[in-house]
């Protein structure tokens, strides 16, 4: 600790990311980022872009937030300040960041009046919202700097208060919660493959835009969402794969529900345990609503993490245990910076290093209507992971077709 420094509690994702970094040491590493790629068009100074970037550093403690471990345990550490510096780019889409210094921004000039800027989060302080908000609050304090005009209002809560706000939250409800998961998991038999062999990392589509927009309508039909939908589906896939065992899934939920959390910079996120219930062999109605029901009862009793939760349960995780996200689509369509506008040209989450682990899809809707994901493993299978894959189509066709 520093002169000036202010200590705040870990929230429950970052404790278990630091837990899962014992194990998987990247994920506390330089490349465990959030990254985005925005072009920019017309006039821009790099001058007033470092001013907007330090004004953003003083307005946001998470900004300034390194995650420390000692014998007392994991807390925030923020300090007073940190300098704010724009780095020259080198036109690849991610960059390491010093998880004590978590905000990189680099800039390229690629022609007069084209530039491209280029932002990393370190993920132990940020989510795929963060990186949205970052960038549309920087533009904002760029352009009233650059226009003279009046400064946008700061934030409306600090993510410190935020983890704080989760630790009261997991004092509360808990023999419920206890409860909910003992019936969700114990005493019920889950099935995993245990194919391995050599670790695997690829991007595909999922769906088509007009397969997508089925899934869509499949889960309106199904009271559900498309989140909802796609874990149905995605289950059903894994029929013959299972036979008539439930499926145990980790995800992570968004906690932005409330007014105060909505645009807090930070990873509002809650990691989980889906206990699929066991899937048809073609999706229907009643599983879709049983998925649905099963993923609002695991997040409303997601009030600590997954250690705790096999914990009070005795549950031993399986070999290729399979990680499922969907990330929705919060891309901003254009930002302004002073005169220059700008567009989201790509994004990515951490970089793959070759250590995958598990099975892990991470699907979101492209710009262009279809459902792509990135998926990397060192489980089940690449062979076994594109099949099932492959079947989501299968399985949203066959929910469309009459009863």
């Known amino acids: 600790m520093m002169a000036g420094e202010l200590v705040r509690p870990v929230s429950i994702f970052q404790r278990w990311m630091l837990e899962a970094a014992r194990e998987i040491s990247w994920l506390s590493g330089p490349w465990f980022t959030m990254n985005a790629v925005v072009s920019v068009t017309g006039p821009f100074d790099r001058r007033v872009l470092e001013t907007a970037l330090a004004e953003l550093l003083r307005r946001h403690e998470v900004l300034r937030t390194r995650v420390v471990e000692d014998d007392g345990g994991a807390v925030q550490v923020v300090s007073g300040k940190i300098k704010a510096v724009v780095q020259d780019g080198d036109g690849s889409l991610h960059a390491p960041v010093d998880a ?6 680099r800039l390229v000039r690629v022609g007069a009046g084209e530039h491209l800027l280029y932002l990393h989060l370190h993920h132990m302080i940020a989510d795929p919202e963060t990186v949205w908000s970052v960038l549309n609050e920087l533009g904002a304090l760029y352009t009233a700097y650059v226009s003279g005009g009046v400064l946008p209002d700061g934030p409306a809560a600090q993510y410190g208060e935020y983890a704080e706000f989760e630790e009261e939250q997991s004092r509360s409800g808990v023999e419920a919660a206890r ?56 289950g059903c896939a894994m029929r013959s794969y299972v036979g008539d065992s439930r499926i145990m899934f980790t995800t992570v939920f968004r906690k932005r529900d409330r007014p105060e959390w909505r645009n807090v910079f930070g990873p509002c996120i809650l990691p989980a345990l889906v206990p699929l219930p066991a899937p048809p062999s073609v999706l229907d109605v009643e599983y879709g609503q049983r998925v649905r029901d099963t993923l609002l009862g695991c997040q409303r009793h997601c009030r600590f993490d997954m250690g705790e939760v096999r914990g009070m349960t005795e549950f031993e995780p399986m070999n290729g245990m399979p990680f499922f996200e969907y990330v929705p689509d919060r891309w901003p369509s254009t930002v302004r910076f002073g005169e220059a506008m700008a567009c989201v040209v790509n994004a990515a989450g951490p970089k793959d290093l070759g250590d995958a682990s598990g099975f892990v899809i991470r699907a979101r809707e492209n710009n262009d209507g279809a459902l792509s994901a990135h998926v990397s493993g060192d489980a089940w299978g690449e062979e076994t992971a594109r099949k099932i894959l492959g079947g989501l189509a299968t399985q949203i066709d066959q929910a469309m077709q009459p009863a």
């Open 100 to 105: 004590g210094s978590p905000v990189v921004v």
């Open 179 to 234: 409860r909910w998961w003992t019936e969700a998991i114990v005493g019920h038999e889950f099935g995993a493959v245990r194919l391995g062999g050599a670790p695997y990392a690829y991007r595909d589509v999922l769906l088509s835009p007009g397969e997508l927009s089925a899934a869509h309508r499949v889960a309106r039909g199904h009271r559900g969402t498309i989140s909802t939908t796609l874990f149905a589906a995605l």
